[in-house]
């Protein structure tokens, strides 16, 4: 074999030594990307009932951006009568998209998990281009120390047909559940 031949081999083995050694981090892993890169893929709501699930995931992967565009731009939300009492009138009233997507992006920042679920919504109303369900809802928050706070309710949701398919357009909290403060109470404190 050739001096040359036998030089090149050792400096290659060498360099891949070297370079295995010196930790060029080839082969650790890395830090994942943080969230709110990817959202949930967007379904198409085609019938009112797909609003639901598009809400879920939009609170759930931690963006909000499937949950905001579930809601038409002349979107509102209703407390339960309990709610405005002990928070005050003013704090439910003008509630708008804007506002509704901003008290949203609020508590998404504040959670490092959510869970969401609307258990068996039942239509009341179906009178295309509009559309009304009643559903419990619950709402379970862990916050960034870990500790999770379960909100519980029952609302009514008003939906229409518009041009890029159904959306909200109403929700209005009906009634709540024994131990646990609702959704609405929770936009209220956050707003």
Not at 152 to 161: D, L, N, P, V
Request: hydrophobic letters at 35%.
């Amino acid at each position: 074999m050739n001096k040359s031949r036998i030089s090149s081999r050792r400096a290659i083995g060498v360099a891949l030594t070297l370079l295995l050694c010196t930790g060029c981090g080839i082969f650790e892993t890395r830090d994942p990307e943080p969230p709110g890169g990817d959202t949930t893929p967007w379904n198409p709501p085609t019938v009112p009932s797909i609003v639901f699930i598009n809400m879920e995931n939009g609170l759930e992967d931690g963006t909000g951006v499937n949950y905001e565009k579930s809601l038409a731009d002349d979107f509102t939300f209703v407390a339960m009568p309990g709610d405005k009492d002990k928070l005050g009138e003013g704090v439910y009233q003008n509630w708008t998209k804007e506002v509704e997507v901003g008290v949203t992006q609020q508590i998404l920042a504040a959670a490092s998990a959510i869970q969401v679920s609307f258990l068996n919504p039942e239509q009341k109303v179906d009178d295309d281009p509009f559309a009304t369900f009643e559903a419990p809802y619950e709402f379970e928050i862990t916050d960034t120390q870990n500790q999770k706070t379960t909100y519980k309710g029952k609302a009514r949701f008003e939906m229409q047909r518009l041009s890029q398919g159904w959306h909200l357009i109403k929700w209005e909290d009906l009634e709540g559940v024994e131990g646990f403060a609702t959704w609405g109470y929770l936009r209220g404190t956050t707003r």
